[in-house]
């Protein structure tokens, strides 16, 4: 079938919709798949320029008499003159924008545009026998909703973790194409929220390619360092459509270690095999091996590095010894020229300019970062807190939200439970004290346990003040395996100084990460350390606030706020933020500020945290 021939069938089901009919794709969009370790799969990419209509009423998506959802006026639409219906849109006439890309950096109309965008791309495919494909998508914020040649493939809520939808019966030999509905209106019940400190970049933002499985395949596979038996790696691998008697091989070939399990029940096979002279990853040691995964017709190659992590007391081991982590919180906007970071390039800058500070701990905030810079941070080594975006106040009473971001949480900890880097789920981020947050944050956690033991369970938490003393006593506390808590003195609160003076009642005995602290200064702004918004000002901040953090005895670890100034609505003070959070410790455009000298001296000479 070409194309037009597509079109046509297409058609006939819009018709077929509009007549009241049931139509294809009247029927519940099917549910997309995670895959681990899509980025090694040989992939067709999709990424480039895709046609783009800005549908600001979503008309191409809703029946304008009724608001009735008409699942897809636009999926087929390439209309041109003469043809019948529809008639006003044409995909091959419209405008372009990049994949991957926010398209709030792409064009100045769509700098504060919250609303659906189409996208379509041409492809030309030739099927292969006993093969299935899959549309890979590596984000889109926030909802979206898939077709190809017409036929609905799936829909997605979430803005920050990729997914798959099968496109086997979709697609056919020759010219094909791909439309997406893209809207990244904010939502009440949506994950985050409503309000969030940082810009609602809309669209594909990361890569978009076709991956091709065999019949039988590879779904999840999770492989890391016994933490009990020493030499033991061990994990599982998970088949989609095993055959009977299937197996599933692992091979370290620089380790010369190889085992063989039997696919069972749910597709599962349980991994263990035991080496001789692996080395472990660390940050000083970023050690990394190929990793064959195959099963049947399927095979992946992998790279995995291999280390273990645990809490004892107020202790982080890794790998059996005590570890503080000297850190830095990162946004996923991208260095020089802003908007969403997407390219290994992105990645090396930021964790770059990180490594350059001396930090061995990154706080990847405020949701999933992409596959780049989760690869990045293993091959530089750098320990990565990844978070889930249930973000200041969400809707907590509501199931609904919950099971949100508990598929969010599948999605972030399905596709990058084998990166060594990664040491800490964190399951929120400045919630209110309320019974049901606190319930849904358990919830979360619960789930996040359940999908990966062998990592650590944190959240930032909020902390409140009785005099000169910071108390952490939030009942979520109980749930988390490691503390993190934010402050801001001398920025939000009183003066840099009144650090010195402040106290920590820690009411759990368990490590703790101050997971923010700092204050804002515009690059190249300079006068005196009390006048806000210079660099000296934030550099006292920091002074002051070393010597404090020294004085926690539970501290293992901490993460200025933040990196690099990036976008945010909630910051429009004209001359000096003018839509920047400036607390960044280096410019948007890489310069930077004094206080990330005074934090590369105390993290290189270790003059805070604890020496190990
Ligand atoms: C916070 C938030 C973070 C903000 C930051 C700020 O507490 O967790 O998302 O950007 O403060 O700059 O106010």
Same mark, same amino acid.
């Given at each position: 079938?070409?194309?037009?021939?597509?079109?046509?069938?297409?058609?006939?089901?819009?018709?077929?919709?509009?007549?009241?009919?049931?139509?294809?794709?009247?029927?519940?969009?099917?549910?997309?798949?995670?895959?681990?370790?899509?980025?090694?799969?040989?992939?067709?990419?999709?990424?480039?320029?895709?046609?783009?209509?800005?549908?600001?009423?979503?008309?191409?998506?809703?029946?304008?008499?009724?608001?009735?959802?008409?699942?897809?006026?636009?999926?087929?639409?390439?209309?041109?003159?003469?043809?019948?219906?529809?008639?006003?849109?044409?995909?091959?006439?419209?405008?372009?924008?990049?994949?991957?890309?926010?398209?709030?950096?792409?064009?100045?109309?769509?700098?504060?545009?919250?609303?659906?965008?189409?996208?379509?791309?041409?492809?030309?495919?030739?099927?292969?026998?006993?093969?299935?494909?899959?549309?890979?998508?590596?984000?889109?914020?926030?909802?979206?909703?898939?077709?190809?040649?017409?036929?609905?493939?799936?829909?997605?809520?979430?803005?920050?973790?990729?997914?798959?939808?099968?496109?086997?019966?979709?697609?056919?030999?020759?010219?094909?194409?791909?439309?997406?509905?893209?809207?990244? %209106?904010?939502?009440?019940? #949506?994950?985050? =929220? *409503?309000?969030?400190?940082?810009?609602?970049?809309? @669209? /594909?933002? $990361?890569?978009?390619?076709?991956?091709?499985?065999?019949?039988?395949?590879?779904?999840?596979?999770?492989?890391?360092?016994?933490?009990?038996?020493?030499?033991?790696?061990?994990?599982?691998?998970?088949?989609?459509?095993?055959?009977?008697?299937?197996?599933?091989?692992?091979?370290?070939?620089?380790?010369?270690?190889? %085992?063989?399990?039997?696919? #069972?029940?749910? =597709? *599962?096979?349980?991994?263990?095999?035991?080496?001789? @002279? /692996?080395? $472990?990853?660390?940050?000083?040691?970023?050690?990394?091996?190929?990793?064959?995964?195959?099963?049947?017709?399927?095979?992946?190659?992998?790279?995995?590095?291999?280390?273990?992590?645990?809490?004892?007391?107020?202790?982080?081991?890794?790998?059996?010894?005590?570890?503080?982590?000297?850190?830095?919180?990162?946004?996923?906007?991208?260095?020089?020229?802003?908007?969403?970071?997407?390219?290994?390039?992105?990645?090396?800058?930021?964790?770059?300019?990180?490594?350059?500070?001396?930090?061995?701990?990154?706080?990847?905030?405020?949701?999933?970062?992409?596959?780049?810079?989760?690869?990045?941070?293993?091959?530089?080594?750098?320990?990565?807190?990844?978070?889930?975006?249930?973000?200041?106040?969400?809707?907590?009473?509501?199931?609904?939200?919950?099971?949100?971001?508990?598929?969010?949480?599948?999605?972030?900890?399905?596709?990058?439970?084998?990166?060594?880097?990664?040491?800490?789920?964190?399951?929120?981020?400045?919630?209110?004290?309320?019974?049901?947050?606190?319930?849904?944050?358990?919830?979360?956690?619960?789930?996040?346990?359940?999908?990966?033991?062998?990592?650590?369970?944190?959240?930032?938490?909020?902390?409140?003040?009785?005099?000169?003393?910071?108390?952490?006593?939030?009942?979520?506390?109980?749930?988390?395996?490691?503390?993190?808590?934010?402050?801001?003195?001398?920025?939000?609160?009183?003066?840099?100084?009144?650090?010195?003076?402040?106290?920590?009642?820690?009411?759990?005995?368990?490590?703790?990460?101050?997971?923010?602290?700092?204050?804002?200064?515009?690059?190249?702004?300079?006068?005196?350390?009390?006048?806000?918004?210079?660099?000296?000002?934030?550099?006292?901040?920091?002074?002051?606030?070393?010597?404090?953090?020294?004085?926690?005895?539970?501290?293992?670890?901490?993460?200025?706020?933040?990196?690099?100034?990036?976008?945010?609505?909630?910051?429009?003070?004209?001359?000096?933020?003018?839509?920047?959070?400036?607390?960044?410790?280096?410019?948007?455009?890489?310069?930077?500020?004094?206080?990330?000298?005074?934090?590369?001296?105390?993290?290189?000479?270790?003059?805070?945290?604890?020496?190990?």
């Amino acid at each position: 079938m070409n194309v037009r021939n597509a079109r046509n069938v297409a058609l006939a089901a819009i018709a077929a919709t509009l007549a009241g009919v049931t139509a294809a794709w009247a029927a519940p969009a099917p549910a997309p798949i995670i895959l681990t370790g899509a980025d090694r799969r040989p992939a067709i990419s999709l990424n480039g320029e895709w046609a783009a209509i800005v549908d600001p009423y979503f008309s191409g998506m809703y029946n304008s008499h009724h608001q009735e959802k008409k699942n897809g006026w636009f999926v087929n639409h390439k209309a041109k003159p003469g043809d019948e219906f529809p008639t006003e849109y044409n995909f091959s006439t419209a405008s372009r924008l990049k994949v991957p890309g926010d398209w709030n950096t792409q064009r100045r109309s769509l700098y504060y545009y919250e609303g659906p965008i189409w996208y379509e791309r041409d492809f030309t495919y030739q099927p292969k026998e006993h093969t299935r494909v899959f549309l890979h998508v590596g984000a889109a914020n926030y909802k979206s909703w898939f077709w190809v040649n017409g036929i609905k493939v799936c829909e997605h809520e979430g803005g920050y973790t990729s997914f798959n939808c099968e496109v086997t019966t979709a697609v056919h030999a020759g010219g094909n194409f791909v439309v997406a509905a893209v809207d990244n %209106t904010r939502l009440a019940d #949506g994950v985050p =929220g *409503l309000q969030t400190d940082w810009w609602n970049y809309g @669209g /594909l933002t $990361r890569t978009v390619s076709l991956i091709e499985v065999p019949e039988s395949f590879i779904e999840q596979y999770d492989l890391h360092l016994s933490r009990t038996e020493d030499s033991v790696i061990e994990g599982w691998v998970i088949m989609n459509s095993p055959v009977n008697g299937a197996k599933a091989e692992v091979e370290i070939p620089e380790l010369g270690a190889k %085992t063989s399990a039997k696919v #069972g029940d749910g =597709g *599962l096979a349980a991994i263990r095999v035991e080496v001789k @002279g /692996l080395k $472990r990853w660390s940050p000083e040691t970023p050690i990394i091996y190929k990793v064959r995964i195959s099963a049947g017709q399927d095979s992946i190659d992998e790279l995995i590095g291999f280390r273990t992590v645990e809490v004892r007391g107020t202790e982080i081991l890794l790998n059996g010894k005590p570890i503080f982590l000297r850190g830095v919180c990162i946004h996923a906007e991208a260095p020089y020229r802003t908007g969403r970071a997407n390219t290994d390039k992105d990645a090396e800058t930021l964790l770059g300019w990180a490594k350059e500070m001396g930090a061995n701990f990154v706080r990847l905030a405020h949701y999933p970062h992409d596959e780049t810079m989760l690869r990045a941070a293993d091959r530089m080594g750098l320990l990565v807190w990844s978070e889930n975006p249930v973000y200041w106040a969400l809707q907590f009473d509501n199931p609904k939200v919950l099971a949100k971001a508990e598929q969010q949480l599948d999605e972030e900890i399905g596709t990058s439970r084998n990166h060594a880097a990664i040491i800490l789920w964190s399951m929120a981020n400045e919630t209110p004290n309320t019974e049901a947050r606190t319930k849904f944050i358990e919830t979360e956690a619960a789930h996040a346990r359940e999908l990966d033991p062998t990592r650590l369970i944190t959240a930032a938490l909020l902390v409140h003040a009785e005099g000169n003393t910071k108390i952490v006593d939030d009942p979520l506390g109980k749930a988390l395996d490691v503390i993190g808590t934010n402050e801001y003195i001398g920025w939000y609160e009183k003066r840099p100084e009144t650090a010195d003076i402040t106290q920590w009642r820690i009411d759990y005995q368990k490590p703790v990460i101050m997971s923010e602290f700092g204050g804002e200064a515009k690059a190249g702004l300079h006068g005196r350390k009390t006048e806000r918004w210079t660099e000296e000002y934030q550099a006292d901040i920091y002074r002051h606030q070393l010597g404090m953090l020294n004085r926690i005895p539970q501290l293992r670890g901490m993460s200025a706020w933040i990196l690099m100034d990036f976008r945010s609505p909630n910051r429009p003070l004209a001359g000096i933020q003018d839509e920047y959070n400036r607390k960044g410790l280096i410019s948007e455009q890489g310069k930077k500020k004094l206080a990330y000298f005074i934090l590369q001296k105390a993290y290189k000479e270790k003059t805070v945290g604890k020496p190990e």
